[in-house]
């Protein structure tokens, strides 16, 4: 009898919750979707393979990753208080927002660097992130195509560094709004990053990700161009760490893997989990 009581209690909040995500994707439609008709790199159906799958995926990691993150985030946050230098502490609190933000988005993307490319070196989590690389058609939606393990994965690689530098204090008495922000900006970065769109930049791509430069992160054009970009806004960080590939001109002409995994979102679900 209580636990049905819980569930109508939290009912309200699960719908909530769903009618949010629906006003954020029809924000979101009606931004990309006239974009990718005008601006189209590959011309693509609305209504693409795979495309429900992808909607489906868009509600699950809009929920799950952020109830499974609560406790390693938490513990991460407690543990790091012991040792990371008070001083330190005070002096991250201190800083204007946005120096704190532009930080922590800085020392931030450098740990999800690593977990992203440790996604692609590892066997064990390939089997994760393959989901996300598995789509063979690119579009804003591909965003959230991911097995939500990968997404909590390497968001707590991204966090490490923050909270080990004191630009994110979850611990303390405020609500820590650079955490926030940082979800926030990262997340409709890769929407944008995802998009089937032909724009390029310029000199501007050395400093900010775009369409191009994350599309060769997909490209299954061949050994010579797979594994590369890892970065998810800043591509110097690839320059850095010698992962960085990005031409002039040319555009991917293939994406996804060679062994493709199956369109059932359970079976993608229990994929990294099957024994070979």
């Known amino acids: 009898m209580e636990t049905l009581q819980q569930i109508q209690q939290q009912l309200p909040l699960f719908v909530i919750d769903i009618i949010r995500l629906c006003?954020?994707?029809?924000?979101l439609a009606l931004i990309f979707i006239p974009l990718e008709r005008l601006c189209a790199l590959h011309r693509q159906k609305i209504c693409r393979k795979g495309i429900f799958l992808d909607l489906s995926y868009y509600f699950l990691n809009s929920l799950l990753p952020a109830q499974l993150l609560i406790l390693p985030m938490a513990?991460?946050?407690?543990?790091?208080?012991?040792?990371?230098?008070?001083?330190?502490?005070?002096?991250?609190?201190?800083?204007?927002?946005?120096?704190?933000?532009?930080?922590?988005?800085?020392?931030?993307?450098?740990?999800a660097y690593w977990g992203h490319r440790w996604m692609h070196q590892f066997p064990l989590l390939w089997r994760f992130h393959a989901i996300h690389?598995?789509?063979?058609?690119?579009?804003?939606?591909?965003?959230?195509?991911?097995?939500?393990?990968?997404?909590?994965?390497?968001?707590?690689?991204g966090f490490v560094p923050m909270y080990l530098f004191g630009l994110a204090q979850p611990m303390a008495n405020a609500m820590d709004t650079v955490s926030l922000l940082v979800i926030l900006i990262g997340t409709i970065w890769g929407f944008f990053i995802h998009a089937n769109i032909r724009w390029r930049f310029g000199l501007l791509e050395l400093f900010i990700a775009t369409p191009a430069f994350h599309h060769w992160h997909h490209a299954n054009d061949g050994p010579d161009v797979t594994n590369k970009n890892f970065a998810a806004m800043l591509p110097w960080v690839d320059k850095i760490f010698g992962t960085y590939y990005l031409p002039s001109i040319a555009w991917p002409t293939k994406y996804g893997i060679d062994k493709p995994i199956s369109s059932s979102l359970t079976r993608q679900l229990v994929y990294p989990f099957m024994l070979k």
Do not use: K
Not at 143 to 157: E, S
């Open 23 to 27: 006003i954020w994707l029809f924000i």
């Open 133 to 157: 690389h598995n789509a063979e058609e690119i579009d804003w939606l591909v965003n959230t195509h991911a097995h939500p393990f990968d997404l909590v994965f390497t968001r707590l690689c």
């Open 75 to 111: 513990s991460l946050a407690w543990y790091l208080q012991f040792i990371v230098p008070s001083e330190l502490q005070q002096w991250a609190g201190h800083l204007p927002l946005l120096a704190r933000l532009m930080l922590a988005m800085v020392v931030g993307e450098i740990g």
